[in-house]
């Protein structure tokens, strides 16, 4: 049986369940509509997250779709689109900005993974969480 896995949509809504409360790492890509770099990123950051599925999780979050996705942007200091954070139980540990090509996104992605993978195991974690003012 073949599984697809696809990137995790997430926004102001799910952003606790699938970022902060994540049992995996996860990367999240901050991208919006009209960023001509994201849409040449959509296929490699598809890929991404089916070769490395079992080792963290790619989330996407459109920061130009509501109020609040532009705060959470924000919040995380995203100056420009496309940029890649990946978090450990919604702590920002890296990114990467900007466009890369396959080679060179998928190289970084796996030294992130590498120096990352006992994130879990070595912090205690406060509780952290994101408040939007309406």
């Not at 995790?8 to 606790?16: A, I, L, M, Q, T």
């Not at 080792?55 to 920061?63: E, H, Y």
């Amino acid at each position: 049986m073949i599984i697809l896995t696809i990137p995790v949509k997430v926004d102001s809504s799910n952003w606790e369940l699938e970022v902060n409360k994540s049992e995996k790492p996860v990367l999240v890509e901050f991208w919006h509509q009209l960023c001509v770099w994201c849409k040449k990123l959509d296929p490699l950051i598809d890929e991404a997250a089916r070769i490395f599925a079992d080792k963290l999780k790619i989330a996407k979050i459109d920061i130009l779709s509501s109020r609040e996705n532009t705060q959470i942007a924000e919040f995380f200091g995203v100056m420009g689109t496309p940029t890649l954070i990946l978090f450990c139980r919604g702590r920002p540990m890296e990114s990467i900005v900007g466009y890369h090509p396959k080679e060179t996104l998928f190289v970084e992605i796996q030294r992130m993974i590498d120096s990352y993978k006992e994130c879990f195991g070595q912090h205690t974690p406060l509780e952290k969480r994101l408040t939007f003012y309406g």
